[in-house]
């Protein structure tokens, strides 16, 4: 479905990839982990069109997306749940959805979609029923990453990208994000994974990347890449 082939991209001409190819197949997952600064957030800002690249391609169902506009690749169906989940702290839950679903809003048949969309993230969250007139700066650090992940599937991705969902959340709750996940992929949603908790997302992925300074060090399918401990002891320390 998606497809880096050889990016070179950076920030004021500096590069954080260095020759980076990662292919994402429809309907599976695909983690791509490595320690901090090792250029994973830089990946999903690549695809999102927010990071500049300075050589290489990325191809979105055959088209070349290189010199798309950010916005011009949400309306093609890639949506990100940005690092540290970046709501609209002073709105409500179901104001901060109904910004998610901007992307269907002006499309016939628009008001059955929105509660389409709605009930079915109300499925996968049942939390967020009753508090769907919280305010969502109000909430916990595991419930604004619900949010975070129903904002972006209110827009009916194609494509999800989630960096660092598991950021300063307990165990547990990982878990719980990492089921959520799993059942996406059941209902047949395409994932990108971006984590640094590398053995929980090689273990969810079907297949994983390895990454340290901006470069692919290794990739496979995930329960190989999270068994292999020589990978482990060069490239994730003790975070995995
Ligand atoms: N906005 C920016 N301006 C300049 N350099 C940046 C910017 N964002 C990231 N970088 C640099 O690009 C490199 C890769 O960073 P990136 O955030 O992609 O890594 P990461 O693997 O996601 O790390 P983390 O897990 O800490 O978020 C780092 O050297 C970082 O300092």
């Known amino acids: 479905m998606l497809q880096?082939?050889?990016?070179?991209?950076?920030?004021?001409?500096?590069?954080a990839l260095d020759g980076v190819s990662i292919s994402i197949p429809e309907g599976r997952i695909v983690s791509v982990v490595g320690a901090n600064g090792a250029g994973k957030s830089t990946i999903v800002n690549t695809i999102s069109r927010l990071v500049t690249t300075y050589a290489g391609s990325i191809r979105f169902e055959g088209q070349d997306i290189t010199g798309r506009k950010p916005a011009q690749v949400v309306e093609l169906g890639i949506v990100q749940v940005p690092e540290g989940r970046r709501l609209f702290a002073p709105l409500t839950v179901e104001e901060n959805l109904r910004l998610g679903f901007h992307r269907l809003?002006?499309?016939?048949d628009s008001q059955r979609r929105y509660q389409e969309r709605l009930d079915y993230v109300l499925e996968l969250f049942p939390i967020m029923r009753q508090r769907i007139h919280q305010r969502a700066g109000t909430m916990s650090g595991g419930e604004q990453q619900m949010v975070a992940i129903s904002r972006a599937l209110m827009a009916g991705p194609k494509l999800l990208m989630l960096d660092e969902p598991s950021l300063g959340l307990a165990p547990m709750i990982v878990d719980q994000i990492f089921e959520i996940?799993?059942?996406?992929?059941?209902?047949?949603?395409?994932?990108?994974?971006?984590?640094?908790?590398?053995?929980?997302?090689?273990q969810l992925a079907d297949y994983g990347y390895i990454m340290a300074v901006g470069r692919v060090r290794a990739e496979g399918p995930g329960n190989s890449l999270r068994d292999n401990p020589a990978l482990h002891q060069s490239y994730l320390g003790k975070v995995a």
Do not use: F, M, P
């Open 4 to 15: 880096l082939d050889q990016i070179v991209a950076g920030y004021n001409k500096s590069v």
């Open 105 to 108: 809003a002006g499309k016939a």
């Open 181 to 202: 996940l799993a059942k996406l992929r059941k209902d047949g949603l395409t994932i990108l994974l971006v984590e640094q908790h590398a053995d929980d997302a090689l």
